[in-house]
């Protein structure tokens, strides 16, 4: 174990708490009481569930508390399995292995934030918020849910905060008013998280802002059917090797398969774990984390989901 990665380290679960209706906060502590790497707002965690399982959380706890890591998991029916396992499995004394923490979702400094939440969505805002708010900054919460037993931490939030914190069940109030609230760009910048038609709303309202300004943290992954798919070679740097991509095949695979081990985790472009410098060539992107700036400057690639615009790739691998 590094000092800022647990790479893989066993946890204990501490503590268990429900939170709203279908979502359980965890805390995770090291067995020996230890200190924990550092992370800052905006954060995740991986969490090895077992069969192959390996899914990514926010931890919404106080990055000053070296002690405890703390996550919350909102159950989904319909989901894959991992949240099902979460709920069943990560009971009090349970044992799960943990790697992180990284961030892909960043606070920058500003004078003003708009955090717009949805749902689940509220545990890498809510210590954006405590951050944001320590610092003296204009800031504002407007957190929606389908129903106020949904919203995890939405009392919690309103008495710390009052009237920062615009709390917005769906049952009571409707959709939230996107159109009012980002009317115009006079915010310092946005922060927003949650479900895929709130981040799609929210990046389609801030389209013609200017670059910077809006912040997403998906769960899912945006579809993007990408271009004609066509070999392409990958020549990995730092191995020595070079790899043929064909057509329906991720690099990320082609690259295992040749024997090179890449640290890697949702395979769907949402987490940002393989995550890899481009020193030659220029990348396909088909991720759902890289900034169009990011993407521009063709400087690194999700090797999970992205692909190649050139005949060859040079990577840092």
Do not use: K
Request: with cysteine; proline share 7%; net charge negative.
């Amino acid at each position: 174990m590094t000092g800022d990665d647990l790479a893989g380290a066993e946890l204990v679960v501490a503590g268990r708490d429900r939170v709203a209706t279908g979502v359980v906060a965890l805390t995770l502590c090291r067995p020996d009481g230890g200190e924990l790497p550092g992370w800052t707002p905006g954060a995740h965690i991986d969490l090895e569930l077992g069969a192959g399982l390996v899914r990514q959380y926010s931890l919404c706890g106080e990055p000053a508390d070296r002690s405890a890591l703390r996550i919350a998991v909102q159950r989904e029916p319909d989901g894959r399995g991992g949240s099902r396992w979460a709920h069943e499995r990560l009971t009090v004394g349970a044992t799960v292995r943990v790697r992180g923490p990284r961030n892909t979702f960043r606070l920058v400094a500003a004078r003003r934030y708009l955090f717009v939440a949805g749902g689940i969505g509220i545990t890498p805002i809510r210590p954006m918020v405590a951050a944001v708010d320590d610092a003296g900054a204009d800031w504002r919460l407007v957190y929606g849910g389908r129903s106020r037993a949904t919203m995890a931490f939405a009392t919690a939030l309103r008495e710390r905060y009052g009237d920062r914190v615009s709390l917005h069940p769906q049952d009571e109030t409707g959709l939230l008013d996107l159109a009012g609230l980002l009317g115009r760009p006079d915010h310092g910048v946005v922060y927003c998280c949650g479900p895929e038609s709130l981040v799609a709303a929210v990046e389609e309202r801030c389209r013609d802002w200017p670059p910077g300004r809006l912040h997403v943290e998906r769960f899912t992954p945006v579809v993007d059917a990408g271009g004609a798919e066509t070999t392409f070679e990958v020549e990995l740097a730092l191995s020595g090797r070079t790899v043929t991509v064909p057509p329906g095949t991720p690099i990320l695979r082609a690259v295992e398969e040749a024997g090179v081990p890449v640290l890697s985790s949702c395979r769907e472009g949402t987490c940002g774990t393989c995550e890899t410098p481009v020193l030659a060539g220029v990348p396909e992107h088909r991720d759902s984390l890289l900034t169009e700036q990011e993407r521009a400057a063709g400087d690194t690639m999700m090797i999970c989901v992205s692909r190649a615009r050139t005949p060859r790739l040079v990577l840092e691998l």
